[in-house]
C-alpha cells in the first residue's frame, strides 16, 4: 500500500465536488499548479514509501530506476519525485534554500567582483619583483599594467549585447572562467613581454563583460528601492577584492613566489564557476530541474543557433542614435572616464608610490595599500544607506545622485591636492589623507553607477558597457602615461595626482550640468 504524503504550494485537487477520496472521480489526483524543489514558504516535505503509486489515472510499478526517479501521472502535468524504501526523503538542504533568489544571485555575484580585483590588483604587488627580475623601468612596468585595460575596453559593449540576449548569468560566469585561465597562464608569459601582455588583455575581456551582465541581473531583478544597496554590495565586492588580494599577494610572493599568486588567484575563479552552476535565477521546478538535465546536443545547438540570431537583431534594435542625443548619457560616459582616471591610476601605481616615497618593503607597502580600499567597504554601505534613506523620503532620484556622485569627486580631488602641496607633513598623515579621500569616492557606487538602470532598466547593461568603454580607456593611456611622466619628471605630484585632480573637477561640473536619472525611452523618432 503507498503512504505517499505531500505539502506543496500551491497545489489544487481535482474537481470542486471531489472530497479527495472518491476513487470514482475521473479527475481524482492532484494536479499541480506549481511545485518547487526550494520553496520558501510554506514547507515542502516528501514521503514515499511502497513499491507502487497512484496517480492521475496511471499505476507506475514500483521498479526502481537507476536515478531513482517516479513518475506520477500520465500527462503534461506529472511530476518527478525521489523514492527511498522506508527512509524519508528531506528538502531541507541546504540551510540558505529559504533566503530569496534575487540574494542569492546578488551574493555570488558580489563575490565574482570579488575575485575580479583580486586578479587586477595581484600585478600592482607582483610589477615590483618582476621588475626587478627582467629588468623593466618605469615606462615598461606601466604598458604591461595597462595592457589590461586594453582587453578592459574591447569587451564592454560586447558584455551589454550578450547580457541583453543571453542574461547577466551566463555572460558573468563565461567572463568568470576565462579570466581566470588567463590569469593562471601569465607566469608563463611573464620572460616574453607580448605574450604578457597578450595575457593580460585575455584578462581583461574576461573582466570587462563583469559589470555589464552584473548590472544586468540587478536591472531586472531588483526594486528600484533596494537599487542601491544591492549596487554597493556588488560593486563593493571590488573594494573587499582589492583588500584580500593585497594582503594575500606579498606572503605568497615571499613565500612561494611572484607566480604563485597568479596560480591561486586564477584557481579561486574556476571554483567560484563551479559553485556558480547551482545557483538559479529562479526556484527550480521539480520536473523543469530534471528536464533541464535531460536536454540533448542537439536541442542545446540549436538553442545557441537561435541565440546569435536573436543577437544579430537586436544589434539593429538598440537605439544608439537615441543614445547619443541624451544629454544625461553624455555626462555618465564623461564622469565614467573622470572616475576611471582617478581610480585605475591609483590602483596601479599606489604600492609603487608608497614603496618609493616611504621606504616601505613590499610587505609593508602593500598593507598600506589596503587601507584605501578597506575604507571603501565601509563607505560604500554607509553610501548605500543613505542614498536609499534619501529615496524613501522622497527626495529626487537626480538630486540623490548628483549629491553623491559629487561627494564622489570632490573628496580624492582635495585629498590629492593636499598630498601634492609640501606642507612639511609627515609621510603616514599623507597616507591618511590620500585613503580618507580614496574611499570617499565610493559614494560613486550610489551615484553614477545607479543611473544607467534608473535611466533605462531595459538597456542597462548596454548603458553601462558604453560608459566602461570610455572608461576603461584612462586604464589604457592614464596608467602607462604616469609610467612615462614618472620616468620623465621623477614627481609624483605631477605623474600620479595633477591629472587626476584636472578629470575630477571638470567630471563634478559636467555630473551637476547634465547629469539625470528621469527614465528615458530612447525611440529613435524622440
Known sequence: ???????????????????????????????????????????????????????????????????????IGGSDESVSVLESDDEEVGLNWPPWKDIPQRYKLIGTTSLAFVICNMDKVNLSIAIIPMSHQFGWNSSTAGVVQSSFFWGYALSQLPGGWLAKIFGGKRVLEVGVLAWSIATIFVPFSAGFIPGLVLSRILVGIGEGVSPSAATDLIARSI????????????????????????????????????????????????????????????????????????????????????????????????????????????????????????????????????????????????????????????????????????????????????????????????????????????????????????????FALSGLYCTHQDISTEYASVLLGITNTVGAVPGIVGVALTGYLLDSTHSWSLSLFAPSIFFYLTGTVVWLVFASSKPQSFKEED
Open 1 to 71: 500500500m503507498a503512504n505517499l504524503q505531500i505539502k506543496p504550494e500551491n497545489w489544487r485537487f481535482c474537481a470542486p465536488y471531489c472530497n479527495g477520496v472518491n476513487s470514482s472521480c475521473r479527475n481524482h489526483g492532484f494536479r499541480p499548479n506549481i511545485l518547487r524543489l526550494f520553496a520558501a514558504k510554506p514547507r515542502l516535505e516528501l514521503r514515499v514509501r511502497s513499491t507502487s503509486v497512484k496517480g492521475k489515472g496511471d499505476v507506475v510499478e514500483g521498479e526502481r530506476s537507476s536515478e531513482g526517479l517516479k513518475r
Open 223 to 442: 526594486p528600484l528601492e533596494e537599487r542601491s544597496r544591492a549596487i554597493a554590495f556588488v560593486f563593493g565586492g571590488l573594494s573587499v577584492g582589492s583588500v584580500i588580494g593585497l594582503l594575500l599577494a606579498p606572503p605568497l610572493i615571499q613565500t612561494f613566489g611572484w607566480e604563485s599568486v597568479f596560480y591561486l588567484f586564477g584557481i579561486f575563479g574556476i571554483i567560484w564557476c563551479l559553485g556558480f552552476e547551482f545557483v538559479e535565477e529562479k526556484p527550480s521546478v521539480v520536473g523543469e530541474y530534471f528536464l533541464r538535465r535531460s536536454l540533448n546536443v542537439a536541442s542545446m545547438s540549436q538553442s545557441w543557433r537561435n541565440s546569435f540570431e536573436e543577437l544579430a537583431g537586436s544589434l539593429k534594435d538598440v537605439p544608439w542614435k537615441a543614445f547619443f542625443q541624451s544629454p544625461a548619457v553624455w555626462a555618465m560616459i564623461y564622469a565614467h572616464f573622470c572616475g576611471s582616471w582617478g581610480h585605475y591610476t591609483c590602483l596601479s601605481w599606489l604600492p609603487t608610490y608608497f614603496s618609493e616615497e616611504l621606504n616601505l618593503n613590499l610587505t609593508e607597502a602593500a598593507w598600506v595599500s589596503v587601507l584605501p580600499p578597506l575604507a571603501s567597504v565601509v563607505v560604500t554601505n554607509l553610501a548605500a544607506q543613505f542614498a536609499d534613506y534619501l529615496i524613501s523620503r522622497g527626495v529626487e532620484n537626480t538630486r540623490v545622485r548628483k549629491i553623491c556622485q559629487t561627494i564622489a569627486f570632490l573628496s580624492p580631488a582635495a585629498s590629492m591636492t593636499l598630498s601634492s602641496i609640501d606642507f612639511g607633513l609627515p609621510p603616514w598623515e599623507v597616507v591618511g589623507i590620500l585613503c580618507a579621500g580614496l574611499a570617499l569616492s565610493s
